[in-house]
């Protein structure tokens, strides 16, 4: 796993600086050659917590009176690595985040009134839901959640991995996806992979995965193989629908997200028992 850096077993972190955005191509240049808009990448909404990264995330029905949720991964909880198997829901917390603005500095602290949902089977989740409504935040510091998207990722989309934690950005592309990817003792499906360019290490768990083209989040950072071992902790291998095993050292990847859309009810409750909502259960 993209690991915490304290106490933790695993670790990934993102290094690198945050990429100029390419120069705009004048209004009298040929429709052919206009580059399609993009959505400046930066860290508003983004948060720090003590060992790992996060974002202050909304689903599209989000209302601004609802108690915002911060997303993280199941590996960075306070509570410490979910079991295979084991969901968490609505389990009290008074943790405390650090909220980033646009440039990476450090607009304040909000914090969790409860443990919305957390796992690490199937996918390395966190949610955790804030004594602050997004109103509050917007109100007080300006900031606007970042967006889930409800959409699958597709191959080849240009990525920014945002780092809380580390105040980093890693840009690079969607690889493909691993049917699943197996760490240790736990197993996440349909995982992102980035192409080599997104060099993680520790500290950047937890950090949205934003496409670049829509400024939406399509992934959760949480895991890369570190030194070519086979399915060992550290060193997650992909494994796909025949039960053939790779292993791509050095290569790093991330949860989708989308799944969690349908999972969000009126008020920002984490409802399992939503319509399409495929996120494991207790």
């Not at 990448?41 to 917590?49: K, N, R």
């Not at 003590?50 to 199941?74: E, F, K, W």
């Not at 991995?161 to 699943?180: E, H, L, P, T």
């Not at 959760?220 to 629908?241: H, M």
Request: proline content about 6%; hydrophobic content about 35%.
């Amino acid at each position: 796993m993209n690991k915490p850096l304290v106490g933790a077993a695993f670790g990934v972190l993102i290094l690198g600086a945050t990429v100029a955005p390419a120069a705009a191509v004048g209004d009298d240049a040929p429709a052919a050659v206009k580059a399609p808009a993009v959505k400046a990448v930066s860290y508003a909404g983004t948060v720090a917590l003590s060992n790992c990264s996060g974002s202050v995330v909304r689903v599209p029905s989000s209302q601004p009176t609802d108690p915002a949720l911060v997303m993280s991964n199941g590996h960075c909880l306070e509570t410490g690595f979910p079991a295979p198997g084991q969901v968490l829901v609505d389990r009290p917390s008074t943790r405390s985040f650090t909220l980033l603005n646009a440039s990476g500095g450090n607009a304040g602290t909000v914090r969790a009134s409860k443990i919305a949902y957390g796992t690490m089977t199937d996918t390395d989740l966190s949610l955790y839901q804030l004594t602050s409504t997004y109103k509050d935040i917007e109100s007080r510091y300006g900031i606007k959640a970042l967006e889930l998207d409800s959409a699958r990722p597709a191959q080849g989309k240009a990525i920014t991995v945002v780092s809380g934690y580390w105040k980093r950005m890693y840009k690079c592309n969607v690889d493909g996806f691993a049917y699943q990817l197996k760490e240790g003792r736990w197993t996440w499906k349909d995982s992102v992979r980035y192409t080599s360019a997104c060099q993680t290490i520790g500290g950047t768990s937890g950090s949205p995965v934003v496409d670049n083209a829509t400024g939406k989040v399509v992934a959760v950072n949480n895991t890369g193989n570190e030194s070519g071992e086979r399915c060992t902790d550290n060193n997650p291998c992909e494994v796909d629908e025949n039960g053939k095993v790779t292993v791509r050292q050095g290569i790093n990847y991330g949860q989708q997200t989308y799944t969690v859309v349908p999972c969000v009810g009126a008020g920002n409750k984490i409802d399992l028992n939503r319509p399409n909502c495929t996120l494991p259960k207790p």
